[in-house]
Structure formats: structure tokens, C-alpha cells
């Protein structure tokens, strides 16, 4: 395994792209920013359930959105699915963070419709949001939000929220979100602040990239770490 800071480039159908500590997969000769999983309103539709949840996941969510696009200035945002998470997370206090984000960023935003943006309805046109079904094209890239158990690649997807767990010399572990490199194809982390995990084997010739704060971890079978986790 090796460390690198900020980002990692990888080689998918021929382009190279740029797997980000920040969430993100960018693919650059295009200005294309890939995010996957914002489960906005998470928080908001829990509390309105009777859930004790803090507030302020989707709004510190949405400026990391912002950030990004400020640094990146990407020609196209592209959302792999679940953007909201359930049909009451779009409350007013959502909408507005949104849409001060969207009034700053001219460029288009794309929606691939994921699980949970099927049970929340159809995104407000005045939200500023193509919504597009799963099998989208850009360049050599299929789009999808469940990522695809067999067909040809190179795809992106996201719904499964990957994360591996380091395991330490003394035993101790630490459970790391991460891009999962399979098949062909490349599953991105939730960029959403309120996601969680479950377990899955990684398997020979697969490589998981963790997200080690400001820094990325490339990790393959071959090393201690044994077991890449994700969430349906």
C-alpha cells in the first residue's frame, strides 16, 4: 500500500482521472467532476420521525460542493445517484442551501436517478438539475448509480457507499471511505456527510483507494488489509 497526498490518477477506458481526497472523481481533459451518494435531507427527514439528529449535514455537504467547484471549475457536475435521500428531505432550509450553491455555478448539473431519488419525486425544474436515467454517456464512461455486475467498462457508479478498514501492527483498525476499482469500473465514496459502511471481500486484481483525511491510501489484496465494506 502507498500513500499519496490529495489525489491519486488512474487510467479508465483510455482517459486518466483523478480520484480526490475530497470525495470526488474528476475526470480532467473534459472538466468533468463526478460525485456520487449527497443523501441530502438525511438529517431533516429523521428528525421529522422523531430521530434525535443534529442539523447541519447537508448544509456543510452542499460547501463542500462549492468549494470543489470554485477549485476545479468543472464544465459539468455529474451526481451518481441519491441526491436526496427520501421525499420529505427537501425542506426549505435544503433547497435554499442549494440553490445559493447552483446560483454560483453556471455550468450544468446532471443527475443519474438513483434508489432514494425515485422515492423522493422528481427534482423542481427551478433547481437547476438534468435528471437522466442509468446507462448515461460521457466519452468513454457509462454512468451508473448500482454499479453493474457484468457488461462491458469502463463505468462509474455509486450506491454501494464504500469504505475499507486498515488494520494496524497491534490489531487496532480504523474504518476509511473509499473508491473501489473493480471490473472494469470505479465505485466513488458517498460524498454526503451523513453515509455509512457494510462489508465486502476485496477480491485478487481489485484495488480500494481510502480517504486518509487530506490524503489517499491505495490498498490490494496482497497487503494486510483483507476486507472492503460498503452499504446498500
Given at each position: 500500500?502507498?500513500?499519496?497526498?490529495?489525489?491519486?490518477?488512474?487510467t479508465?477506458?483510455?482517459?486518466?482521472?483523478?480520484?480526490?481526497?475530497?470525495?470526488?472523481?474528476?475526470?480532467?481533459?473534459?472538466?468533468?467532476?463526478?460525485?456520487?451518494?449527497?443523501?441530502?435531507?438525511?438529517?431533516?427527514?429523521?428528525?421529522?420521525?422523531?430521530l434525535p439528529?443534529?442539523?447541519g449535514?447537508?448544509?456543510?455537504?452542499?460547501?463542500?460542493m462549492?468549494?470543489?467547484?470554485?477549485?476545479?471549475?468543472?464544465?459539468?457536475?455529474?451526481?451518481?445517484?441519491?441526491?436526496?435521500?427520501?421525499?420529505?428531505?427537501?425542506?426549505?432550509e435544503v433547497c435554499?442551501?442549494w440553490?445559493?450553491?447552483?446560483?454560483?455555478?453556471?455550468?450544468?448539473?446532471?443527475?443519474?436517478?438513483?434508489?432514494?431519488?425515485?422515492?423522493?419525486?422528481r427534482c423542481?425544474?427551478?433547481?437547476?438539475?438534468?435528471e437522466?436515467?442509468?446507462?448515461?454517456?460521457?466519452?468513454?464512461f457509462?454512468?451508473?448509480?448500482?454499479?453493474?455486475?457484468?457488461?462491458?467498462?469502463?463505468?462509474?457508479?455509486?450506491?454501494?457507499?464504500?469504505?475499507?478498514?486498515?488494520?494496524?501492527?497491534?490489531?487496532?483498525s480504523?474504518?476509511?471511505?473509499?473508491?473501489h476499482l473493480?471490473n472494469?469500473?470505479?465505485?466513488?465514496?458517498?460524498f454526503?456527510d451523513?453515509?455509512?459502511?457494510?462489508?465486502?471481500?476485496?477480491?485478487?486484481?481489485?484495488?480500494?483507494?481510502?480517504?486518509?483525511?487530506?490524503?489517499?491510501?491505495?490498498?490490494r489484496?496482497?497487503?494486510?488489509?483483507?476486507?472492503?465494506?460498503?452499504?446498500?
Amino acid at each position: 500500500m502507498c500513500f499519496d497526498a490529495g489525489a491519486l490518477d488512474r487510467t479508465l477506458g483510455g482517459e486518466t482521472v483523478s480520484l480526490r481526497a475530497d470525495r470526488c472523481l474528476y475526470w480532467p481533459r473534459k472538466r468533468v467532476l463526478f460525485v456520487a451518494d449527497l443523501h441530502l435531507g438525511k438529517g431533516s427527514s429523521m428528525r421529522a420521525i422523531g430521530l434525535p439528529v443534529p442539523p447541519g449535514s447537508s448544509a456543510a455537504t452542499i460547501l463542500r460542493m462549492k468549494s470543489l467547484t470554485e477549485l476545479l471549475q468543472p464544465k459539468e457536475v455529474v451526481i451518481l445517484g441519491d441526491l436526496w435521500h427520501a421525499r420529505g428531505s427537501r425542506s426549505a432550509e435544503v433547497c435554499e442551501a442549494w440553490m445559493q450553491w447552483r446560483t454560483s455555478f453556471a455550468s450544468a448539473v446532471t443527475l443519474i436517478i438513483g434508489n432514494h431519488d425515485r422515492r423522493s419525486g422528481r427534482c423542481a425544474s427551478d433547481l437547476g438539475i438534468d435528471e437522466r436515467q442509468e446507462g448515461e454517456v460521457r466519452g468513454p464512461f457509462t454512468l451508473f448509480h448500482h454499479p453493474p455486475s457484468s457488461g462491458p467498462g469502463p463505468w462509474l457508479a455509486g450506491h454501494i457507499h464504500p469504505g475499507v478498514d486498515v488494520i494496524g501492527r497491534g490489531k487496532q483498525s480504523l474504518r476509511l471511505s473509499c473508491f473501489h476499482l473493480a471490473n472494469a469500473g470505479c465505485v466513488l465514496p458517498a460524498f454526503g456527510d451523513f453515509t455509512g459502511t457494510a462489508r465486502i471481500r476485496l477480491q485478487p486484481g481489485e484495488e480500494a483507494v481510502a480517504l486518509a483525511g487530506d490524503r489517499l491510501l491505495s490498498i490490494r489484496p496482497t497487503c494486510e488489509i483483507h476486507n472492503i465494506y460498503y452499504q446498500k
